[in-house]
């Protein structure tokens, strides 16, 4: 019965220490899991951070274009109007003398 007892004693000694061991490669593999979701959250929050100095960048450019659009038009508005007279003259210096261009020999 003795021996049975020490065959028995063995046998939980070495379960005993696959368990320890399960229990060590558990902990490491959670501590790495843990470690990686870390990495993982900072790199989120740089990711976030670039995203929202993006989003200020890209409206800060959109409003910048929307001026260079209306100073664009403005000036094509002006050189409208400048080319309007200018026809208009031309017109006007045609139909009053049309022969003022021309001199006969």
Do not use: W
């Not at 593999?29 to 993006?54: G, I, S, W």
């Not at 890209?58 to 409208?80: C, F, K, P, T």
């Amino acid at each position: 019965m003795a021996q049975n007892t020490g065959v028995a004693e063995e046998i939980l000694r070495q379960r005993n220490e696959e368990l320890e061991m399960a229990i060590k490669k558990s902990l490491e593999r959670e501590e790495k899991l843990r470690r990686e979701v870390e990495k993982t959250r900072q790199r989120l929050y740089v990711a976030e951070e670039a995203e929202e100095r993006l989003g200020c960048q890209l409206g800060e450019l959109a409003a910048e274009a929307s001026d260079h659009v209306r100073l664009y038009q403005d000036q094509i508005q002006s050189l409208n109007e400048q080319l309007s007279q200018a026809q208009n003259l031309l017109q006007s210096i045609n139909s009053s003398s049309p022969n003022r261009f021309y001199q006969s020999k």
